[in-house]
């Protein structure tokens, strides 16, 4: 083989890394990579990165991890959502018994409306 063949496939080399060669060119360059004129340090990156490339091809990540994944959180959100809905929406009710009555109302104002009875001049 001589320079001139040898300057080919440099030249198809970069333009594979540019992006540039059609599946063509591109079976071709697997194809000489695979006899011993390319036994070459020129073309040793080449050889890797395809190399590297098809065991990248055949080792798929399973797609029910992904489902699985996308699945669980989806459920802590909603669960995250609903316990703030949930405590947003509870109320710190008492019930107190005044008078003989029970009376229901919210704990804060309970609290309020008993000091402020406590401290009141009015009653004994």
């Known amino acids: ?22 599946e063509e060119e591109e079976r071709k360059l697997r194809s000489f990579l695979c006899t011993s004129q390319s036994q070459d340090a020129r073309f040793d990156e080449i050889r890797a990165t395809l190399s590297y490339l098809d065991v990248c091809k055949t ?13 669980a959180v ?34 804060t104002q309970l609290m309020e409306q008993q000091l402020t009875e406590m401290f009141s001049t009015t009653n004994p």
């Open 1 to 22: 083989m001589t320079q001139h063949d040898l300057s080919y496939w440099e030249e198809m080399t970069e333009r594979y890394f540019l992006a540039e060669t059609t």
């Open 59 to 71: 080792q798929q990540p399973p797609r029910t991890g992904y489902f699985l994944r996308a699945l």
């Open 74 to 107: 989806a459920a802590c959100l909603s669960a995250i959502v609903f316990l703030g809905w949930h405590q947003h929406q509870q109320q710190d009710i008492s019930s107190v018994r005044i008078a003989g009555q029970t009376v229901e109302a919210d704990a």
